[in-house]
């Protein structure tokens, strides 16, 4: 039997913890350096619970299970963790679901996906219509590791349910799935420019999209680059390199703010360029990105304003693109960045001196 514990409460009992750090127990978890268990390294940390169940490995008799946070790649490691037989028949569907949820990759060719599909919308509204939105806890002025514990609370009640018998529940989640079903029709007509040297992905489209069907091109690829009418623009490190990831190399994030006062330099409107951290989960270059709240940020493009810029597009690609080869120029991709290697990295590049550690939830 398990038993879910708020992190906050765990007064250093021994726990296994998902998607974070922890020091005594079984961490499983994609956060850099979380993952010491090699039989078991996987991208996400639900298939890194997955694969700890179908390994059966050392310490999976824990009693106590805990989070610092809830995310929808959290929650299912959770979940598998007091429903293992369960999960591991579904392992090829939740594996889906964690991708989505927390790399907004969206695989339309694979069988699973639009199930995965189906439970992520689902996770995202009764997360949204009974709790609060992802990072809503800034706004609100609550502890996220406190909060956290009545959404696991309501998920994991529901959770099963709602994976075996998804169609029932089709008033939950039907608006947003076919809203990214809309929008996965958009994104086959955009100009898309691949620079696979540096994993970076240009996409050309008119309109802002859902994440999942703006992001369903770009895997394989770290940096996302959206030019959209009107001259709007956005840049964006995915979270695949917040993370360690196993199934490819990745370069280090770079601080955009380097690249924030090339492009205001170029700037002629009232507007200038902002960037978040490095550090941020999800680090955004636009025009009014530091005005953004990170609950936001975090929502999907389509939903935030992005304002029109006085730099025309291919001057644009042009600049970003130069900016990018010039400071990868001499790096390459590799396994596991750390936090330190990569503030190192921008210290060296752009002469920035900071203690910025990685950001914790």
Same mark, same amino acid.
């Given at each position: 039997?398990?038993?879910?514990?708020?992190?906050?409460?765990?007064?250093?009992?021994?726990?296994?913890?998902?998607?974070?750090? #922890?020091?005594?127990?079984?961490?499983?978890?994609?956060?850099?350096?979380?993952?010491?268990?090699? @039989?078991?390294?996987?991208? %996400?940390?639900?298939?890194?619970?997955?694969?700890? *169940?179908?390994?059966?490995?050392?310490?999976?008799?824990? @009693?106590?299970?805990?989070?610092?946070?809830?995310?929808?790649?959290? $929650?299912?490691?959770?979940?598998?963790?007091?429903?293992? &037989?369960?999960?591991?028949?579904?392992?090829?569907?939740?594996?889906?679901?964690? +991708?989505?949820?927390? $790399?907004?990759?969206?695989?339309? !060719?694979?069988?699973?996906?639009?199930?995965?599909? !189906?439970?992520?919308?689902?996770?995202?509204?009764?997360?949204?219509?009974?709790?609060?939105?992802?990072?809503?806890?800034?706004?609100?002025?609550?502890?996220?590791?406190?909060?956290?514990?009545?959404?696991?609370?309501?998920? *994991?009640?529901?959770?099963?349910?709602?994976?075996?018998?998804?169609?029932?529940?089709?008033?939950?989640? @039907? &608006?947003?799935?076919?809203?990214?079903?809309?929008?996965?029709?958009?994104?086959?007509?955009?100009?898309?420019?691949?620079?696979?040297? /540096?994993?970076?992905?240009?996409?050309?489209?008119?309109?802002? /999209?859902?994440?999942?069907?703006?992001?369903?091109?770009?895997?394989?690829?770290?940096?996302?680059?959206?030019? #959209?009418?009107?001259?709007?623009?956005?840049? &964006?490190?995915?979270?695949?390199?917040?993370?360690?990831?196993? %199934?490819? +190399?990745?370069?280090?994030?770079?601080?955009?703010?380097?690249?924030?006062?090339?492009?205001?330099?170029?700037?002629? %409107?009232?507007?200038?360029?902002?960037?978040?951290?490095?550090?941020?989960?999800?680090?955004?270059?636009?025009?009014?990105?530091?005005?953004?709240?990170? &609950?936001?940020? $975090?929502?999907?493009?389509?939903?935030?304003?992005?304002?029109?810029?006085?730099?025309?597009? @291919?001057?644009?690609?042009?600049?970003?693109?130069?900016?990018?080869?010039?400071?990868?120029?001499?790096?390459?991709?590799?396994?596991?960045? +750390?936090?330190?290697?990569?503030?190192?990295?921008?210290?060296?590049?752009?002469?920035?001196?900071?203690?910025?550690?990685?950001?914790?939830?």
């Amino acid at each position: 039997m398990k038993k879910f514990v708020p992190y906050h409460q765990l007064n250093e009992q021994k726990a296994i913890v998902i998607d974070g750090y #922890y020091h005594n127990g079984l961490v499983l978890s994609h956060w850099k350096g979380a993952n010491t268990i090699n @039989e078991i390294k996987d991208d %996400s940390s639900a298939a890194i619970v997955l694969n700890a *169940l179908e390994k059966n490995i050392e310490g999976l008799d824990i @009693e106590i299970v805990s989070a610092t946070h809830f995310d929808i790649d959290g $929650f299912i490691g959770v979940w598998a963790l007091f429903n293992p &037989e369960l999960a591991l028949q579904h392992k090829a569907t939740l594996k889906k679901v964690a +991708t989505i949820g927390d $790399f907004r990759e969206l695989d339309i !060719q694979h069988p699973n996906t639009y199930h995965a599909l !189906q439970l992520v919308c689902w996770l995202n509204k009764v997360e949204a219509a009974n709790f609060y939105k992802p990072f809503g806890y800034l706004r609100l002025g609550i502890n996220e590791m406190e909060a956290c514990a009545d959404k696991f609370e309501y998920c *994991l009640k529901h959770f099963t349910d709602v994976l075996i018998n998804t169609e029932n529940y089709k008033n939950d989640w @039907e &608006e947003e799935y076919q809203k990214v079903l809309v929008d996965l029709e958009k994104i086959k007509n955009a100009n898309i420019t691949k620079l696979d040297d /540096l994993k970076i992905i240009i996409i050309e489209t008119p309109e802002p /999209l859902h994440y999942y069907a703006l992001f369903s091109v770009t895997k394989g690829y770290d940096i996302v680059i959206s030019l #959209y009418a009107n001259n709007r623009y956005e840049i &964006e490190h995915k979270y695949t390199t917040w993370v360690d990831i196993v %199934s490819r +190399t990745t370069f280090p994030r770079l601080h955009f703010k380097a690249l924030a006062d090339i492009l205001n330099r170029e700037e002629k %409107s009232s507007q200038k360029w902002n960037a978040n951290h490095y550090t941020d989960t999800g680090a955004l270059l636009s025009l009014n990105s530091l005005e953004l709240d990170k &609950e936001t940020r $975090f929502d999907s493009p389509y939903k935030r304003p992005i304002l029109s810029s006085s730099i025309e597009a @291919e001057h644009f690609k042009n600049i970003v693109s130069n900016f990018f080869k010039q400071s990868y120029k001499n790096i390459s991709p590799k396994h596991n960045w +750390t936090w330190a290697e990569t503030r190192k990295i921008n210290n060296e590049l752009f002469n920035i001196i900071e203690k910025y550690e990685s950001e914790i939830y």
